[in-house]
């Protein structure tokens, strides 16, 4: 059984910085395609950042590209989420998820696997 468990969330003022981890346990994670997407209050759930199985595949959303890179380690089993410059408009529920390699997958259609969430709340 796949499970993805996410940390690092919290409260940062406007301008901050924060790293998610998301730790993944059985499965192939070599394999898997890893992203993290996030759900804004009153809003639906959104593609933030997806890396493949290489960083020759990767993928950002346009509202945090030059903010925001996606990492992993396939030893350790991990897909970070490094968050430079964090406005208000990225308090979010975070959740990352595991699909299919390759390639970096933008569609939450695509991906099978899912952690409970990490909440970031940025203040202003």
Request: net charge neutral.
């Amino acid at each position: 059984q796949v499970q993805l468990v996410e940390s690092g969330g919290g409260l940062v003022q406007a301008g901050g910085s924060l790293k998610l981890s998301c730790a993944v346990s059985g499965g192939t994670f070599d394999t898997y395609t890893m992203g993290w997407f996030r759900r804004g209050p009153g809003k639906e759930r959104e593609f933030v950042a997806s890396i493949g199985w290489t960083t020759n595949w990767m993928a950002y959303a346009d509202s945090v590209k030059g903010r925001f890179t996606i990492s992993r380690d396939n030893t350790k089993k991990t897909a970070d989420l490094h968050m430079n410059n964090l406005q208000v408009e990225d308090t979010a529920v975070y959740y990352c998820a595991g699909g299919a390699g390759p390639a970096a997958r933008l569609s939450e259609q695509e991906y099978v696997f899912w952690g409970q969430g990490t909440q970031v709340t940025v203040s202003s």
